[in-house]
Structures are given as structure tokens and as C-alpha cells.
């Protein structure tokens, strides 16, 4: 699944930034990377079984990744796998939780749909947000973390509609518009709605 970039949360909400990380929090980040976090992964898992979902509760993984910068965390569904930016710790518990169960919603809706293609932040997630009581949850934060530009130099059109799809990497497996998909064949994976790349100004 797609990686999900997002950032920008209750604008009405104040979140005042860190103070500055010591250098022992550093060296805790990096013993923490890439390592699954026992508490978490059981705190989701009790989470799961509480909504009637024991065998998802049984897959689910999180790991803290120090790779990330402006991320929050992320979530890939096809592994059950949750990943956290370590940079969230400084803020609390809270944000943690919060970010936690963001990305858990996203697990929630996929294990839900099953085959079915579903938006990212569609009303499948939105449900599984407010199950694990997120009510009003936003697509994105707004937390005081590092951001980076990065150019998108990937283009992809589909072939029907015309949309365009800017990435930051190439597309590496068969991928369709999710619009036209849902109107022509039920969400379904339809090869007439392939993305093509398009050639960038610099190739």
C-alpha cells in the first residue's frame, strides 16, 4: 500500500513545540530504531480484541523508525505493521496514542474491506477512527516536526479521466485510479484505468 505523508492536526488546538532533545533521548531514539515496541504492539492488540478483531490483533506490529522527519508514523496494511516516528516521544504519551491509533484506523479499515479498494482517508477509515474513538479525526497534524521538500518529479496519468498522480518514487507495481475504478467496476483493480507515467521535463 501507498505510504501515507501526513501532518497538520487540530488547527483550533495550540501545540507548543518540544524543548530541545538531550543527548540521552538521541541515543534512546537510535537504540529504539527499527525495533518493535512490546507495550504498543500489545496495547493495539487489546485495542483489536476489544472491537471483535482477534486475528488482526494477533498480526499486528509496531516498530519506532528514525527515518522518518515530518512523519508521524505510517501504516502498511498488507503486514499489519505500524511505524512511529521516535520524534513524537518529546510531546507525550497523548500524541502518541493519538498518532497510534490514526495509523491502527488505517489497518482497521483494510482488514475490513478485504480485497476492496478503499481512499486512504475515506469513510472506512473515518469509521474505524471513531471505533477506536477518534471521533474527530483529521487526515493530517499539525505537530512542530522537521520538514523537508522534496521535489515530485514522478507524473502518472490515467488514461480515462485524465487525473495526474505527482510522486516522489516511481509507481512499481500495477496501479489504478481509485475513481474511476469505483464508478466503472465496483472498486475492483481495472486494467483500463492503469496510471501511465509521463515523461518529466528533465528525463
Known amino acids: 500500500m501507498g505510504q501515507l505523508d501526513f501532518f497538520s492536526r487540530l488547527l483550533a488546538k495550540v501545540i507548543p513545540a518540544p524543548k530541545p532533545i538531550a543527548e540521552e533521548v538521541r541515543v534512546a531514539m537510535k537504540r529504539l530504531d527499527n525495533s518493535e515496541d512490546p507495550s504498543l504492539t500489545a496495547l493495539c492488540g487489546e485495542w483489536l480484541?476489544?472491537?471483535g478483531y482477534p486475528d488482526l490483533a494477533s498480526q499486528v506490529r509496531v516498530r519506532w523508525s528514525s527515518r522518518m522527519q515530518s512523519t508521524a508514523g505510517l501504516a502498511y496494511p498488507a503486514k499489519a505493521l505500524i511505524k512511529l516516528n521516535p520524534r513524537l516521544q518529546p510531546f507525550g504519551f497523548e500524541e502518541v496514542e493519538q498518532t497510534l491509533k490514526?495509523?491502527?484506523a488505517h489497518l482497521l479499515a483494510h482488514h475490513?474491506?478485504?480485497r476492496r479498494r478503499i481512499s486512504p482517508h475515506g469513510p472506512e477509515w473515518r469509521k474505524a477512527c471513531a471505533d477506536l474513538g477518534l471521533?474527530?479525526?483529521?487526515?493530517c497534524h499539525d505537530l512542530p516536526l522537521p520538514r523537508r521538500q522534496i521535489a515530485r518529479r514522478h507524473v502518472y496519468q490515467c488514461p480515462a479521466c485524465g487525473v495526474a498522480v505527482h510522486r516522489v518514487r516511481p509507481i512499481r507495481r500495477p496501479?489504478?485510479?481509485l475513481p474511476c475504478c469505483r464508478k466503472h467496476s465496483g472498486g475492483r483493480y481495472d486494467e483500463r484505468f492503469r496510471f501511465k507515467k509521463?515523461?518529466?521535463a528533465s528525463e
Open 49 to 51: 480484541r476489544n472491537l
Open 135 to 139: 471521533t474527530k479525526e483529521k487526515r
Open 198 to 200: 509521463l515523461k518529466a
Open 112 to 114: 475490513r474491506a478485504g
Open 102 to 104: 490514526h495509523e491502527l
Open 175 to 177: 496501479s489504478a485510479c
